[in-house]
């Protein structure tokens, strides 16, 4: 299945990460460097705008008379949840609806390449992308354990665009299905 996101590659941004992926054998990267820069912006907005316009309505005794590090912390939450939901959802698609990825042999799925699975891998990759961004600006609030996290989810991520195990990533994020009901 081609990818169904439906902006097209900038030309420019493609070329000049082509010769980075390239460089650190990530093949597939280039063909989705703009969603995972999107998906980035878009988990920055919720982040900033989104989670404080909804939850100080949804709680308008609770969250405008929170510090501001408690906000952050709820807004971060926020932004996990929304991320997981719409990935498992977007996950499970491409799971029952890619004919390609379900055509495939074994040797393909440790190989192969599908659009759909390319997307599904850029939009979990642009949220820990954001992830290391928040941890690394606001370490002094999350510390340095989830900032090591960050960097850890962020590496084992991207690595997916190595294309060795990258038809399967819808299956390997089934496994943030337990995010969206875990403790805040």
């Known amino acids: 299945m081609l990818d169904p996101f439906p902006l097209p590659r900038p030309p420019l941004l493609t070329g000049i990460t082509q010769h980075l992926a390239s460089y650190l054998g990530l093949e597939t990267l280039h063909l989705h460097i703009h969603e995972i820069l999107l998906s980035a912006l878009f988990y920055h907005t919720v982040c900033l705008y989104i989670s404080p316009y909804v939850s100080s309505r949804l709680f308008p005794k609770t969250y405008p008379s929170l510090p501001w590090k408690t906000k952050l912390n709820w807004d971060v939450h ?101 995010t969206n009901s875990a403790p805040w």
Request: with cysteine; glycine share 8%.
């Open 78 to 178: 926020v932004v996990s949840l929304v991320q997981s939901t719409m990935i498992n959802i977007l996950a499970l698609w491409v799971l029952y609806n890619d004919e390609t990825r379900a055509a495939m042999d074994w040797k393909a799925r440790v190989w192969g390449y599908t659009g759909s699975s390319g997307l599904v891998q850029a939009l979990a990759t642009g949220y820990f992308l954001w992830d290391l961004w928040v941890c690394a600006v606001h370490v002094d609030i999350f510390g340095i354990g989830l900032l090591a996290h960050a960097v850890s989810a962020l590496g084992v991520y991207s690595l997916g665009f190595v294309r060795f195990p990258q038809s399967d990533c819808p299956k390997l994020t089934k496994a943030n299905f337990g």
